[in-house]
Each structure stands twice: as structure tokens, then as C-alpha cells.
């Protein structure tokens, strides 16, 4: 089992940044797959990007390539997702997410752990 709590989420206006960080709890973390969702209003959950259990490997949604960096540190087992330049678009709950990936890392069910969320807004 793993468990995700998810931190760093808040108000802040476009152009500007935040990090998110995703704890997750167990000895195993690093063998798993982690990644990020966000779910906007009205809208449903899509991939933002994902990093292989090595941190070897990483994957973006084109929408936010250049821009947010994902990155994770075994020894204290979390996940980062550094955010950049951000957009109104980009407001959303963020989730973050940890499984034994196999099929893709962009596919949301490959991973069986999920956190509960922070929410992320964007001010135009």
C-alpha cells in the first residue's frame, strides 16, 4: 500500500509559480511509476506529466511542456512538479498518482494510488 498527500497548491496570479510536492508513505516508492493529474471544472481528468520509478525517464502533456518540470527524490519519497509560467488554464485540482506502469505513463489507469488533490489557481 501507498499512500499520497499532495502539498504546495494555492492562489497565484499568470506568469508566476509554484511547486507541488506529493509525499507518499511506504518502503516502496521507488519502485513505482508516479505522476500527476488535474481535474478542471466541468472538465475530466487529464495527464499533466509522469516520471519512471529511476527518474531516468519523463513525460509531459504538450500543453505544459517548457513549462512545469517533474522531478523525485527517492531517498525522501516524494514526487515535485515544478510549475512555471503559468496560465489561467491551468487552474485545476492536482493529483498525484503512483503505480507499476506497464502500458504508458500518460494513461490514468495505470496507476492504483492516487493522492486527494490540491487545488491550483491561476489569476488572469
Known amino acids: 500500500q501507498v499512500q499520497l498527500v499532495e502539498s504546495g497548491g494555492g492562489l497565484v496570479q499568470a506568469g508566476g509559480s509554484l511547486r507541488l510536492s506529493c509525499a507518499a508513505s511506504g518502503r516502496t516508492f521507488s519502485r513505482y511509476a508516479m505522476g500527476w493529474f488535474r481535474q478542471a471544472p466541468g472538465k475530466e481528468r487529464e495527464f499533466v506529466a509522469a516520471i519512471s520509478w529511476s527518474g531516468s525517464n519523463t513525460y509531459y502533456a504538450d500543453s505544459v511542456k517548457g513549462r512545469f518540470t517533474i522531478s523525485r527524490d527517492n531517498a525522501k519519497n516524494t514526487v515535485y512538479l515544478q510549475m512555471n509560467s503559468l496560465k489561467p488554464e491551468d487552474t485545476a485540482v492536482y493529483y498525484c498518482?503512483?503505480?507499476?506502469?506497464?502500458?504508458?505513463?500518460?494513461?490514468?489507469?495505470?496507476?492504483?494510488?492516487w493522492g486527494q488533490g490540491t487545488q491550483v489557481t491561476v489569476s488572469s
Open positions: 498518482a503512483a503505480g507499476l506502469v506497464v502500458a504508458g505513463h500518460r494513461r490514468a489507469d495505470e496507476y492504483d494510488y
